[in-house]
């Protein structure tokens, strides 16, 4: 069995908040960009107000970075990988349990997220027709708030590399 929720994809507006729902349409979490932070923070919360994971940008990495924490404790690291040919990768640390790869066209919103070799989550804009719309879909008895928040965290940084870029160019 798997959990499938919708997400829209982080939009260039700053302190752009935005709710993920199941796959009924049923709000389930909110995610908060706190934009007036020195460093990138999101932090998702359920319905009630209850904060279930906070991603934050670690400043000074050598490359990006993010931590993703539960409770003020690191839970998770992603990080981007150094150099991948043909495909874009992200590497999560994960505190406790074994280390997961986002792998996949992660620009498109069209990659899996894996646990040595098995598919544990999926991440797709096929499934809708909104352009700033994508899906991510978790296997029964996974971390559904670390595996939103690796989707949250990718969308972030593969996107503000990306308005980066455009911002030199413009320059």
């Given amino acids: 069995m798997t959990n499938r929720y919708k997400l829209r994809q982080r939009l260039i507006s700053l ?72 495909r874009d990768k992200f590497n999560i640390d994960v505190k406790d349990g074994e280390d997961l790869v986002a792998q ?15 598919v544990i989550a999926h991440v797709s804009k096929r499934w809708f027709t909104f352009r700033d719309t994508y899906g991510v879909t978790i296997d029964s008895g996974e971390d559904e708030a670390l595996i939103l928040a690796i989707a949250v965290a990718i969308d972030e940084m593969v996107h503000d590399d990306v308005k980066d870029v455009k911002k030199d160019k413009d320059e």
């Fill in 104 to 118: 996949g066209n992660l620009f498109d919103h069209e990659y899996d997220i894996r646990r040595g070799g098995n």
């Fill in 15 to 86: 302190g752009d908040d935005f709710t993920i729902e199941d796959e009924h349409g049923r709000a389930v979490y909110n995610v908060d960009n706190k934009f007036l932070t020195i460093r990138d923070t999101f932090v998702i919360t359920d319905m009630d107000g209850n904060e279930v994971v906070t991603i934050r940008e670690r400043l000074l990495a050598l490359r990006d970075t993010v931590d993703i924490l539960r409770g003020g404790e690191t839970i998770a690291v992603l990080r981007k990988a150094w150099f991948t040919p043909l």
